[in-house]
């Protein structure tokens, strides 16, 4: 299983950096998502980490705000927020697979391994 932490409460234009740690997982292996779900709404693909290469993905949203990066050598991703508003509240989960096409990078459905989900609380 991944293992997700890092979340909290933040005011308005601060920052977090969410991480993804899988034990038993060889990173180099998956592509690894990240989604968001706010109460009352659907889960969201906010980025995602291809396997190929590590080409970074972003939902319009985050663009310029949030940064995916991972470690394969110590099965870690991270999910760098910044610039944090009120609509950015969620419950965060981490995710990966190892039979991902790129164009299925934002499907919910189609990665296999998820986490537990952390709570990001933005508010003054």
């Known amino acids: 299983q991944l293992q997700a932490s890092g979340g909290g409460l933040v005011r308005p234009g601060g920052s977090l950096t969410l991480s993804c740690v899988g034990p038993?997982?060889?990173?180099?292996?998956?592509?690894v998502g990240w989604f968001r779900q706010a109460p009352g709404k659907k889960r969201e693909w906010v980025s995602s980490?291809?396997?190929?290469?590590?080409?970074?993905f972003y939902t319009d949203s985050v663009k310029g705000r949030f940064t995916i990066s991972r470690d394969n050598a110590k099965n870690t991703v991270w999910l760098q927020m910044n610039s944090l508003t009120p609509e950015d509240t969620a419950v965060y989960y981490c995710?990966?697979?190892?039979?991902?096409?790129?164009?299925?990078?934002?499907?919910?459905?189609?990665?296999?391994?998820w986490g537990q989900g952390t709570q990001v609380t933005v508010s003054s």
């Open positions: 995710s990966a697979d190892s039979h991902i096409s790129d164009h299925q990078l934002t499907w919910a459905a189609a990665y296999h391994y």
């Open positions: 980490s291809g396997v190929r290469d590590g080409t970074p």
């Open positions: 038993g997982f060889t990173l180099d292996y998956y592509s």
